[in-house]
Every structure is written in C-alpha cells, then in structure tokens.
C-alpha cells in the first residue's frame, strides 16, 4: 500500500541546516504483481538485472514472464529459475507461431509447464488479424494447449484478435474449463469483454487504457462497472504498451491525481520504445481513477487476484 509520508523537517541549534525525518525516505511501495512482461525479450538482453531491480524498487513484487513459442518457453523457465520467487514462466505457442507446432510441441510443452516455476500454458488462442499462421492450424494449436492446461491443472493465458466467434465457439466445447482462464493484454470490445466475463475469465490490463479512445473497450467496460476488481489483474506487458500518462484523452483531474513518484519511475526509465515493469505503478493509479478506488485497492486486489489464479506464495 502506499503512502506519500512528508518528511519532518527540524532546524539544528545556531544553524540554517534542514535535518529531515529518516521516515521521509521509507514510503512504502504498492504491493504489485506483474502478470505479463516479455523479459525474454530481447531489448532486455543487455540489463535485465538493472530492469529487474527498478521494478523491485517501484513495488513489483513477481512478474510472470508470458511465452510465444517453444524457445521462449525453455528461456522464460532458465531465467524463473535465475530468479526465484521474482520470475515465473508460462509456456505456450502463440497463434502467429501456431505454424512452427511439430508433434513432439505437446510433451515438450508439458515437460516444461510441469516444473514449479511455469504458473500458466500460454499465451494460446486465435489472431485472426494477421495471417502469420494459417486459420486452421491456429484452432488445432489452440485446442490442444487449452487440453494441455486442463490435463496438467494450471491456468491459461488467452489472446483473442479478430477471431472473437471461433474463439468463443472453442472455448465453450472445453467447458467446464475447471481452470483460471486470463485474457492476455486485452484490447477488445466491450461486448467481447462480456462475453468472456460471463464465463468466469479474467481481463489482463495494460497501459493500451490510456490508448482507448474507441468508447465501446476496456473504457466503457471500467465505467459500466461491468469488469469488477475480482476479476481485473495488471500487466505491463514490457516493453510494450508503454502507459502514456500524458495522453490527451485522459482527463486533467486523472492526470493532477498521479503522484510524483511513480510519474518518476515511468519518466525516468520507460518509453514508447521500452516500457518496463516499473511503470506498473502509474497503471494502478491511471485504473483506480477510472473506477473511483484508492490506488492502494487496486493494486493489493489485483495482486491478490495473481497469487490466488497463479498459486503464488
């Protein structure tokens, strides 16, 4: 939780010297979880200590490390294993990659998801938008990881563009899922939102809310109250989806209630070109002034979310 302590500020017999209260300097982070950052990525090859320290410093607790194919699966688990208790892998084959599957991707996938340190299957679904894999050959890879996950028991990150029908029409023949279901990085609609909402998913929120200008996305989804904080988990998805706290369709009295200290760590350390971690403190801030909640709500509810969904100490 956390609190912009004021320092107290003393003056020294016979001397102009301003002696601050040690207290000034303790101010105690949001509890964060980051549910999504691409640390394999490989704009993070060259200091990824450093990136990982910030985030620890701006009170990103965990970060879970999502997968795209099975070589990033295998790295995400080397580097979980690197750092323990902060890294967490997943493993997957995204759409796009759907068309690498070889037979043995199965086994291999569930050698990987069986290790402790692999908290979901993913990122798996449909992405229509882009033809980078065949329509076919993304519903086969995607049916086979969502059996992945309910033989191994452990939850599964979805991603869903352009596909929403084929996508639903999927999940509902695997129903009961019996398992968390995520929906990775959400950029959807609104309708879409609900459609997954009523079958009990969970929406991954990134910085793309301070992009959403569309009225009927994860905007409207937060005003209507219709996406509640049981079911909300944050994400920076790093380095992308740099949250752009001064965007012009964000409200001045939104932007006013931002604290300096987290506009720090965003400032400081992230771009448009490479967000990380760190900037996680800014989204909380940004989605608690949506929904009229406290920062410091928002980000124990969500991290509690993670640990509870992930099975995180």
């Known amino acids: 939780m956390h609190t912009d302590t004021k320092g ?3 003056f020294q017999p016979n001397s102009t010297v301003k ?13 964060l979880i980051d549910v999504g950052s691409n640390m394999v990525n490989k704009k993070f090859s060259r200091d990824l200590e450093s990136v990982l320290q910030r985030a620890k410093d701006s009170g990103v607790q965990k970060i879970i490390v999502p997968c795209t194919s099975l070589r990033t699966s295998k790295e995400a688990l080397r580097l979980a294993r690197i750092y323990p208790g902060a890294l967490y ?8 990659e759907a068309k690498s599957w070889e037979d043995n991707y199965y086994d291999e996938l569930r050698d990987i998801a ?14 229509y938008n882009k033809d980078f894999s065949s329509p076919d050959i993304q519903r ?8 992945l996950a309910k033989e191994i028991k452990k939850p599964i990150m979805l991603h869903q563009k352009g596909a929403h029908e084929d996508f639903l029409r999927i999940i ?16 959807g609609s609104f309708e879409e939102a609900t459609d997954y909402i009523n079958l009990g998913m ?22 209507a109250g219709t996406l509640t904080l049981d079911r909300i988990l944050v994400q920076s998805d790093s380095p992308f989806m740099y949250p752009n706290a001064r965007a012009a369709n964000l409200t001045d009295a939104l932007k006013s ?16 070109h490479r967000n990380e971690p760190c900037s996680l403190p800014i989204l909380v801030e940004l989605l608690a002034g949506f929904i009229a909640k406290k920062p410091d709500e928002v980000a124990l509810a969500t991290s509690i979310n993670a640990l509870k969904i992930f099975g995180m100490s």
């Open 114 to 127: 069986k290790n402790p340190e692999c908290v979901a299957i993913g990122i798996c679904g449909l992405d």
């Open 8 to 10: 107290i500020m003393a």
């Open 140 to 147: 086969k890879v995607f049916e086979l990881q969502i059996s």
């Open 172 to 187: 509902k023949t695997h129903l009961p899922l019996e398992l968390p279901a995520i929906l990775h990085s959400f950029t």
């Open 202 to 223: 969970y929406i991954g929120i990134t910085g793309g809310l301070c992009k959403d200008s569309s009225g009927s996305g994860i905007k409207k989804l937060l005003s």
């Open 19 to 31: 002696v601050l209260d040690p207290i000034r300097e303790n101010y105690d982070n949001y509890l």
């Open 89 to 96: 892998s997943t493993a997957g084959i995204h759409p796009h």
């Open 257 to 272: 209630s931002l604290t300096q200290r987290s506009l720090g760590f965003l400032q400081r350390y992230c771009t448009f």
